[in-house]
């Protein structure tokens, strides 16, 4: 399974989690540059699939909000 894959069963707390880890080991430094590249490039997934459930909390709220008005 590819990491997209497994990505879209992450929960945003899984996400999130699994992002701060990866900010963690890049601040703290002393990886190699292929490591760090790798750590990049799985922060930048991990970003994406938290922006997805922050876009899809932002598009419900929105609807119900637009029910709401009507």
């Given at each position: 399974?590819?990491?997209a894959?497994?990505?879209?069963?992450?929960?945003y707390?899984?996400?999130?989690?699994?992002?701060?880890?990866?900010?963690?080991?890049?601040e703290?430094g002393?990886t190699?540059?292929?490591?760090?590249l790798?750590?990049?490039?799985?922060?930048?997934q991990?970003?994406?699939?938290?922006?997805r459930?922050l876009?899809?909390?932002?598009?419900?709220?929105?609807?119900?909000?637009q029910?709401?008005?009507e």
């Open positions: 399974m590819t990491d894959k497994k990505d879209e069963r992450l929960s707390e899984q996400a999130r989690a699994e992002l701060a880890g990866v900010v963690e080991r890049l703290a002393g190699s540059l292929e490591e760090s790798a750590l990049w490039e799985r922060g930048e991990l970003a994406e699939t938290c922006q459930w876009d899809g909390a932002r598009a419900r709220i929105d609807a119900t909000r029910r709401a008005e």
